[in-house]
């Protein structure tokens, strides 16, 4: 995952430095690049670098970063207002609350400081960035970069450019995304969820309605995923999946199993939201797997598991 | 995953000796246990054992099993009826074709010449045992046993009782399963798809959904979950995945998120089946990436991702 130096002499620029903000500071440091911090609550300002570095020194242990976790860590530097943050940057990555009104009133301060070539990624994980960056000096720059977190260990970045958009912001940031390491996936239209959680989505809708019909538990729906369909798409994908699935390839297996998963398509109808008491026995069931004060703990093996995929992906040269 | 032997001294039977019935009979010959294999096509029938054989050789290479392949191989014995597979055996596996009035068949020919005690998995992906084991006297002792792919490396197989199945069947079923080494999904109702194809059916119809409306190609739809997605499934599964990533956990997390996946989920609604234009397309978006001369060969090299994906289990103590 250390990619090397990427030939930029500007800094990057972070804003908004909570988990995913921090993570991606992570992401361009490791790769050489200066990257500069900057979040308007203080609490989360002054938390983000040494959480950086501590991350920093766990991905050394898993010999995921080559340079010592203080020569990254070096790298990245807090800053006390927006303007000081985006001055000069060629590329602002923003990781601010996941609110259209938060997302706006941010793009309209960029726009008021903002040299004339900066470049504007957003981490929007499902807003289409066209309900908040349009009509701006910036419009053209501004396109979504939606990671997974962390993006230092989950490689994916969804890049979804807005009505107004121009080819050269994408071309920009797919070549910077690449630089660092990360696989990017061109969204080419504008749509809720975009690709990775609309897809999440149709999963999970799944999952819970067979939860709160009795057919499985939250763990029994877990394992069928984790030793079983998790293993094929965690290095293939859904498609290449099925494509492998049929003697013929993907269209015979469309031939052969299409019928099936149609008619279970349309045996889920709209069925409404999560209601308060689907969610609070989703709740139980997940809490008897693992009790409440347990979950910063699991967290931590989470993290350590993505470090052992990622490098094993190192190892076995698919990074 | 060598899990030693099974403590029974009869012999299993597997009945339909295709890819999966003859990936079944490694799954038991491995646990120790002597395997009767029978399939009523004789070119199917004679391919089995040396495909089995050439298979344990390749999990002796991956440290997947102790014993040397012949000794395992050993254990499989092929011969030419129903009878002589099933007479005094204490398990049946059926793999044969998908197909209701096949499986119906089989199962009234077991009925004539089954031992009263022999208990019946079926390894059907998709349609309830209720709908071809029914009111026959081995009812009671017929259950769903469906295994992924090939079921001596991925380990889920979900268990689905009918309406005539009594609890001593599945328990009994469940247990030789864990014996075996395999990781047992209770499916409480009888639902078209069970647990696992229901996951994979929505999935799949929000990827099939994505690829035709422009939004993404096939092989970023493949880069989404298997740089992104997957990752996470492989080792938790989407309710562990989501109960962490929300700071209080999953109703957290449903609270948050829940009103963008149901807006996501209203947003595709019934829109037919798989047409044959849709399915062209796909295949040619597939074989842009993987030729059609090369299916055999990336199968191969996914039974290899297979093994490696099972070695580092076994190491990681999760299998």
Redesign the interface.
């Known amino acids: 995952m250390n990619k090397g130096h990427i030939d930029t002499s500007k800094p990057v620029a972070i804003v908004g430095a909570g988990l995913v903000g921090a993570g991606w500071a992570i992401a361009f440091a490791r790769a050489g690049l200066a990257v500069r911090v900057y979040d308007a609550n203080a609490r989360i300002a002054e938390a983000a670098i040494p959480w950086a570095t501590g991350q920093l020194r766990a991905l050394h242990a898993h010999g995921l970063i080559d340079e010592s976790p203080e020569t990254v860590a070096g790298r990245l530097q807090m800053v006390d207002s927006l303007e000081a943050a985006i001055s000069d940057a060629a590329y602002v990555q923003e990781s601010v609350l996941e609110r259209l009104d938060v997302k706006r009133k941010l793009m309209t301060d960029i726009d008021a400081v903002a040299d004339a070539d900066v470049i504007i990624g957003s981490s929007s994980s499902?807003m289409p960035a066209s309900a908040f960056s349009c009509d701006l000096t910036i419009s053209p720059r501004v396109i979504i970069a939606h990671p997974?977190?962390p993006p230092y260990l989950?490689?994916?970045v969804?890049l979804v450019p807005s009505t107004q958009t121009v080819a050269e912001t994408t071309a920009f940031v797919e070549k910077l995304m690449v630089g660092i390491g990360q696989?990017?996936?061109?969204?080419?239209?504008e749509?809720?969820?975009f690709?990775?959680?609309?897809?999440?989505?149709?999963?999970?809708?799944?999952?819970w309605a067979?939860?709160r019909?009795?057919?499985?538990?939250?763990?029994?729906?877990?394992?069928?995923?984790?030793?079983?369909?998790?293993?094929?798409?965690?290095?293939?994908?859904?498609?290449?999946t099925?494509?492998?699935?049929a003697p013929?390839?993907?269209?015979d297996y469309?031939?052969r199993l299409?019928?099936?998963?149609?008619?279970?398509?349309?045996?889920?109808v709209?069925d409404?939201?999560?209601d308060p008491e689907l969610?609070?026995r989703?709740?139980h069931?997940?809490?008897q797997?693992?009790p409440?004060d347990e979950?910063a703990a699991?967290?931590n093996w989470?993290d350590a598991?993505?470090m052992?995929?990622a490098a094993?992906q190192v190892e076995?040269g698919e990074s």
Chains 1, 2 share one sequence.
């Open positions: 499902g997974v977190n989950v490689p994916v969804e696989s990017v996936v061109r969204v080419r239209k749509i809720e969820g690709v990775l959680n609309r897809l999440q989505a149709a999963l999970l809708r799944e999952a067979l939860q019909d009795g057919v499985a538990s939250c763990e029994d729906i877990d394992k069928t995923v984790r030793d079983g369909l998790g293993w094929r798409w965690s290095f293939m994908g859904p498609f290449e099925i494509d492998l699935n013929e390839g993907v269209a469309a031939r299409g019928p099936l998963y149609y008619s279970i398509a349309k045996s889920r709209d409404g939201p999560w969610i609070a989703v709740e069931d997940r809490r797997h693992l409440a979950l699991r967290r989470r598991k993505l052992e995929f094993r076995s």
